[in-house]
């Protein structure tokens, strides 16, 4: 008895704060339970829609993200006074005491090569590289004031979209549908479209769910091939089975959600029932042969291609069936070659080509839509 007695009394000895840190896995799970607002022993859909705390502005979300970077100065941030000054050494107050990556000893200033005119009835600056947003320009609304002091692609990008330049935060998208849900029950809330293959700079972090259940991270589709990896049954299992195999699943996970409560097995049950869903509504979505040749020809889309045509096409078919945030990921816009002059001439208006169209298109078609 005299052996356990310290351990006893050390025990007594332990606060509530104590107690919250070490109980199960902390003091974030208890606070993630709570959050998720499930009653374990009853369980319910995390991803039904939720009302919002303030009247709704904004009905859906599609946010293009071009990684690398596109030069705002060659696109639509016209700096008459750099042009004039091209060619000349970068004045000290620019760059002394400050930190450029790639960038050593003293910058020689470089105006702009594109011509730049105003458009629409705002008289919004947007260069030659972009012939067809100039037709959209009082669709368009330009923010210049942004900045961080993250001068790397993959921190600056996690912070654009988690607020934290170093992983582990939930994104953007995570928290839209976690705070509001999904109106259709068949498909994911947040889709993330990736049309040159490569992974953004921040990773799947850019469309991660950081601490919140996994249930509310970006389900990444594809335009060629089976829209989403590993949702197919394997080979030998037809639907019946695989209903049969699912609802044993969540018969034993329920069981655990009854006796441990954690939020994870809350998400493992809903996630295993979107992707049976998923299997019969995601192909249909994602099929955009069934679009018209116009329709096809004005976004530059071509079915069974990866292009960010397609993806832009993929993203108003979403939203119209309910899906409310998609992401969309181009690679290709990191333009410092050996010869910048040449590499922002052409290669900028190469690249242009393939994204201005078809997001001209878009907001036409958003807009012809009632979107």
């Not at 993200?65 to 000054?85: A, F, I, N, Q």
């Not at 170093?166 to 029950?185: C, D, H, I, M, Q």
């Not at 994870?264 to 099929?287: G, H």
Request: contains cysteine; aromatic residues 8%.
């Amino acid at each position: 008895m005299s052996i356990l007695n310290p351990r006893y009394e050390l025990l007594q000895a332990k606060t509530r704060r104590h107690f919250l840190r070490d109980s199960s896995a902390g003091i974030g799970a208890i606070a993630l339970s709570s959050l998720l607002r499930e009653d374990t022993l009853g369980i319910t859909d995390p991803t039904a829609p939720q009302a919002s705390h303030f009247e709704a502005k904004a009905k859906r979300v599609i946010y293009l993200h071009l990684t690398g970077s596109p030069p705002h100065l060659d696109l639509w941030d016209y700096k008459p006074e750099l042009v004039r000054r091209d060619g000349q050494d970068c004045p000290d107050e620019y760059y002394k005491g400050k930190r450029f990556a790639f960038t050593s000893g003293r910058p020689t200033l470089l105006g702009t090569r594109r011509e730049f005119s105003q458009c629409g009835k705002n008289g919004l600056w947007l260069s030659d590289a972009l012939p067809h947003l100039q037709q959209e320009a009082d669709e368009l609304c330009v923010i210049n004031s942004m900045n961080t002091d993250q001068f790397n692609h993959a921190p600056a990008e996690l912070f654009v979209y988690t607020g934290s330049p170093r992983p582990g935060r939930p994104s953007l998208g995570s928290w839209v549908t976690y705070g509001l849900g999904t109106e259709n029950a068949n498909l994911p809330g947040f889709v993330a479209l990736i049309s040159s293959g490569v992974q953004p700079n921040g990773g799947k972090n850019s469309f991660g769910s950081g601490f919140l259940p996994s249930l509310y991270q970006g389900v990444q589709c594809r335009s060629k091939g089976d829209p989403v990896l590993y949702a197919s049954d394997p080979t030998g299992f037809d639907r019946n089975l695989r209903r049969d195999t699912l609802d044993t699943l969540r018969e034993l996970n329920e069981m655990q959600v009854k006796d441990f409560g954690h939020p994870e097995t809350l998400s493992r049950i809903a996630q295993y029932e979107l992707a049976f869903r998923m299997q019969m509504s995601v192909p249909e979505v994602m099929d955009i042969s069934k679009e018209s040749k116009k329709t096809l020809e004005a976004y530059g889309a071509e079915p069974g291609a990866s292009s960010f045509g397609n993806n832009c096409l993929l993203a108003r078919r979403l939203v119209e069936q309910g899906v409310r945030y998609v992401q969309l990921f181009d690679w290709g816009w990191d333009f410092h070659g050996t010869n910048p002059k040449e590499d922002i001439r052409d290669g900028l208006t190469n690249k242009c080509a393939t994204m201005e169209r078809p997001v001209a298109a878009l907001l036409r078609d958003l807009r012809e839509r009632g979107l």
